[in-house]
């Protein structure tokens, strides 16, 4: 595959990083600070950046069990945030080919609609089962979730970059 313009050829994942990675964004989503409705999930944007970029490691399996994990911690609905992480992961994972090729801020705005639905779908589960409307500031999370996508990205790809200085021994 041809690499887009301007781009720098990446190690390999570790999978201990990845996993530390998963881990760490769900303990942050896991910090009681009171679940407001317009506050990101840190767990849903570490799952599309996996997704994306290990989408072999990182499929719809371990969203869907990190889901599970959410909502027990919650105490919501069993399956609702499982739910809306594997719908996430799996739209992830369609575009995996494609966003690579656009640049960061471009990048947010193509991830933007994958939040928002995971967020509809969360909501339309949690109103179907009595919830109450956690009110209008909900549409601020998918905002602040593409917000957070160029720091996330430049974050968990620094372990993977090479060595900029290239010698006669080593040309790539």
């Known amino acids: 595959m041809i690499m887009p313009r301007g781009s ?50 990182v499929g719809v399996l371990w969203a869907f069990f990190f889901g599970l994990a959410m909502d027990v911690h919650d105490g919501a609905l069993l399956g609702q945030h499982a739910l809306a992480y ?5 739209g992830a994972i369609m575009l995996h080919r494609r966003l690579p090729w656009f640049a960061l801020a471009n990048q947010a705005v193509q ?6 639905a995971a967020h509809v779908i969360t909501l339309v589960v949690r109103l179907l089962v009595g919830g109450m409307w956690p009110g209008w500031s909900l549409l601020l999370a998918p905002l602040l979730e ?19 200085d290239p010698d006669a021994h080593r040309p790539l």
Do not use: E, K, T, Y
């Open 111 to 116: 991830v933007l609609p994958l939040f928002f």
């Open 8 to 57: 720098q050829l990446l190690l390999p994942a570790n999978p201990w990083f990845i996993a530390f990675s998963l881990i760490v964004a769900l303990v942050i989503d896991m910090i009681p600070l009171g679940r407001l409705a317009w506050m990101p999930d840190l767990l849903a944007v570490v799952l599309v950046f996996w997704g994306v970029h290990q989408p072999r490691r």
């Open 86 to 90: 594997s719908a996430l992961s799996f």
């Open 146 to 164: 593409a917000a957070l996508w160029p720091l996330a990205c430049l974050l968990l790809l620094a372990p993977q970059r090479r060595a900029p």
